[in-house]
């Protein structure tokens, strides 16, 4: 706001710097005998003496631009590294998918909690949906899972196992995440679906872009896919992104899925084309959801309501529906 405020003032003030000059000096031309030359000699100077500060306040927007990206990397710099892990850390290896949060209480600092004593169990295999209005916690419920943060109390595991006691490594390799930021490289589309699990063969690629739906749209390109991204899928629609988003979550193999609004960037009709294949990417997986459009989780074997980092109502859309609490108008006021 300061930077888009300085030049159109200092360009105002330079023409009302003008103009009293002009003023002043046909006064004391009529008045005071001063001389036209003279009068011209003050009004150029006038011009002239503005023109430079005219152009410093242009180069303001670049100077506070400049402190900002300043003010990011020196932020980055003071970051403190991931912790390591315990010297006797657990190695996962074959994951079924259950699930539990236990009395978990969470906070970025401690003046300001987000999370109050969550409590979930999620079955190997089920799909669980988190809604909401904006800071609720959903994203911080998904965030925990991964040990992007630690819980300052209660407890998270795995299939029984705590994951503080799990190393960071083989805990992220048994989970697939879509987030609602898309994040590809440069290389070609079949690098960037692999990454999701290197070692995955051409077949297994395109069947996992088969099954996200992304497959039709790849076969058009210049080069299939073999064709070469630009810096983040420049070259490719925000929709086109995501799809392959999920095509690289889907040959990852992973038993957790999550989808933080995985479909956000997609419109309806694309949406539609993906649910049959999204519903075979779950099948036989844990899936975490956060959805904003209601009609995507309505298929959840347990739909979690969160207010204010509080679970206020927890069921399937049948049961939240004959409520009429806080889901129902959630669900109302998207579709009425």
């Known amino acids: 706001?300061?930077?888009?405020?300085?030049?159109?003032?200092?360009?105002?003030?330079?023409?009302?710097?003008?103009?009293?000059?002009?003023?002043?000096?046909?006064?004391?031309?009529?008045?005071?005998?001063?001389?036209?030359?003279?009068?011209?000699?003050?009004?150029?100077?006038?011009?002239?003496?503005g023109r430079p500060i005219n152009e410093l306040s242009s180069q303001v927007n670049s100077l506070q631009a400049a402190l900002a990206g300043a003010e990011r990397v020196f932020e980055m710099m003071d970051q403190l590294p991931?912790?390591?892990?315990?010297?006797?850390?657990i190695t996962l290896s074959k994951?079924?998918?259950?699930?539990?949060?236990?009395?978990?209480?969470?906070?970025?600092?401690?003046?300001?909690?987000?999370?109050?004593?969550?409590?979930?169990s999620v079955k190997p295999g089920n799909k669980i949906a988190?809604?909401?209005?904006?800071?609720?916690?959903?994203?911080?419920?998904?965030?925990?899972?991964?040990?992007?943060?630690?819980?300052?109390?209660?407890?998270?595991?795995?299939?029984?196992?705590?994951?503080?006691?799990?190393?960071?490594?083989?805990?992220?390799?048994?989970?697939?995440?879509?987030?609602?930021?898309?994040?590809?490289?440069?290389?070609?589309?079949m690098e960037n679906i692999r990454y999701g699990r290197l070692t995955a063969t051409d077949a297994e690629v395109v069947n996992a872009a088969e099954l996200a739906n992304a497959h039709s749209f790849i076969t058009r390109m210049?080069?299939?896919?073999?064709?070469?991204?630009?810096?983040?899928?420049?070259?490719?629609?925000?929709?086109?992104r995501q799809l392959l988003n999920i095509a690289r979550a889907t040959v990852a193999e992973a038993p957790i899925l999550i989808l933080d609004e995985a479909t956000s960037s997609i419109d309806t009709r694309t949406e539609k084309l993906i649910e049959q294949g999204m519903d075979t990417l779950m099948q036989g997986k844990t899936t975490f959801v956060i959805a904003h459009r209601l009609s995507t989780v309505q298929n959840a074997?347990?739909?979690?309501?969160?207010?204010?980092?509080?679970?206020i109502e927890r069921g399937s859309h049948t049961d939240l529906m004959s409520k009429k609490g806080k889901y129902y108008q959630l669900y109302t006021g998207q579709f009425s």
């Open 222 to 240: 210049p080069k299939g896919y073999q064709t070469v991204l630009d810096g983040d899928g420049s070259n490719l629609s925000q929709g086109q």
């Open 82 to 89: 991931e912790p390591t892990d315990e010297e006797n850390a």
């Open 130 to 189: 988190f809604v909401g209005s904006t800071g609720a916690g959903k994203t911080t419920i998904i965030n925990l899972l991964p040990r992007f943060y630690d819980i300052q109390s209660g407890k998270i595991t795995i299939d029984g196992i705590d994951i503080k006691d799990v190393s960071r490594e083989s805990l992220r390799k048994s989970m697939a995440i879509v987030l609602q930021d898309t994040h590809l490289f440069t290389g070609t589309v």
């Open 1 to 49: 706001m300061f930077s888009g405020m300085m030049m159109p003032i200092m360009i105002n003030m330079s023409t009302i710097n003008y103009a009293l000059t002009a003023t002043i000096g046909g006064i004391l031309a009529v008045t005071r005998g001063l001389d036209i030359g003279g009068l011209a000699s003050f009004l150029q100077y006038s011009r002239q003496f």
């Open 301 to 311: 074997n347990e739909i979690i309501v969160l207010e204010f980092g509080n679970i």
């Open 95 to 120: 994951v079924n998918g259950d699930v539990r949060f236990e009395n978990v209480t969470f906070g970025y600092g401690p003046e300001k909690v987000i999370l109050h004593d969550i409590n979930l």
